[in-house]
């Protein structure tokens, strides 16, 4: 059996988007999702299987995966700050618990801190997001990108025309989604003025430091 997975835009942008102060973000690292694989029949029978990663469409990786009764072999190829290719082949076991109503949950054992856990995730080895102190992308936005996210999901919910309430929502939803969203996009107006103010600044002290 061989998939592709397709893990969607790389969050690095700018300096420092692509980290929240000394965490790396999940969005930037290969990684497997338990339910994912279960949900396409990856852990049903034993054997080799394989998984190919892409990014926008582009491939991003290819990796093998031994599935056993109780563990998974990772098989895959790794370089590191261009150095030479190393053959990789990582065990990572599997757990069930079982379901309310009949039947079971697959889990992985993070190889690190032993605990069950959904995904886990290529940083410097494989592991749970805890113990690779992994960061999600909410978490290294600033205030003006959070009220921004914020302001499109609020225009979102009320459709491109929000200045006109939708057909079938009830007007004090309305009122109070349209109140929240001008809100959001005062307070966003006010952190982008407060972060043009806080550049200039740094550029005046840049300036008197290096005449």
Known sequence: MELTRDLGE????????????????ITNLRFLDVRWMNKHG????????????SRNG???????????ADNIHLIYKESRNDGPWEDKDV???????PCRYGGFQYWFECPVCRHRVCSVYLSDTWCCRHC???AYPSENEDELER?????????EKLGSEYWIKPKGMHQKTYDRLRETL???EVKADEAFDEKV???NQRIMSFGKNNP
């Open 132 to 134: 690779g102190h992994l």
């Open 197 to 199: 103010k806080r550049l």
């Open 147 to 155: 009220l921004r996210s914020k302001a499109l999901k609020l225009k």
């Open 58 to 68: 582009k491939p991003w990786g290819k990796m093998e995966i031994l599935v056993e």
């Open 91 to 97: 065990e990572i076991k599997l757990q069930k618990t």
């Open 10 to 25: 790389n969050r690095m942008g700018g300096y420092g988007s692509g980290r929240v102060g000394e965490r790396e973000l």
């Open 182 to 184: 001008l809100e959001a």
């Open 42 to 53: 990856l852990l049903k029978n034993k054997g080799v299987k394989t998984i190919n990663w």
